[in-house]
Nanobody
Framework: QPQFVESGGGLVQPGGSLRLSCTAA????????VAWFRQVPEKEHEGVSC????????YYLDSVKGRFTISRDNAKNTVYLQMNSLKSEDTAIYYC???????????????????????WGQGTRVTVSS
């Protein structure tokens, strides 16, 4: 069973930066689309960003465009989410997820479709507060 591990979360002041990392054991991330989701209490997962495999295309939630950047380091089997200019509304638990199956190379049509992903990490908490 593949294991996904997110890291890099923490407490940061508004305007600050964090870089989240997603690594996988027993699973090759570069062959799959990988996304970052976030969740706050009593709300569903919110799709934040996705990076495709074959095409390398990237997609972002409107509210994070220009502030967040998703990238891969295939040699390290890791996907990153660089988060700059953080706001209090970015506070959440952040999860990475990988898509498999026939269309697993590509990000799904809608960033919000969490059901398209088969493997999830345990999450890393991000708190933006002064």
């Amino acid at each position: 069973q593949p294991q996904f591990v997110e890291s890099g979360g923490g407490l940061v002041q508004p305007g600050g930066s964090l870089r989240l990392s997603c690594t996988a054991a027993g699973f090759t991330l570069d062959s799959h689309a990988v996304a970052w989701f976030r969740q706050v209490p009593e709300k569903e997962h919110e799709g934040v960003s996705c990076i495709g495999s074959r095409d390398g295309d990237t997609y972002y939630l409107d509210s994070v465009k220009g502030r967040f950047t998703i990238s891969r380091d295939n040699a390290k089997n890791t996907v990153y989410l660089q988060m700059n200019s953080l706001k209090s509304e970015d506070t959440a638990i952040y999860y990475c997820a990988a898509r498999t199956g026939l269309h697993g190379y590509y990000c799904p049509s809608y960033l919000r479709d969490s059901y398209e992903y088969d493997h999830w990490g345990q999450g890393t908490r991000v708190t933006v507060s002064s």
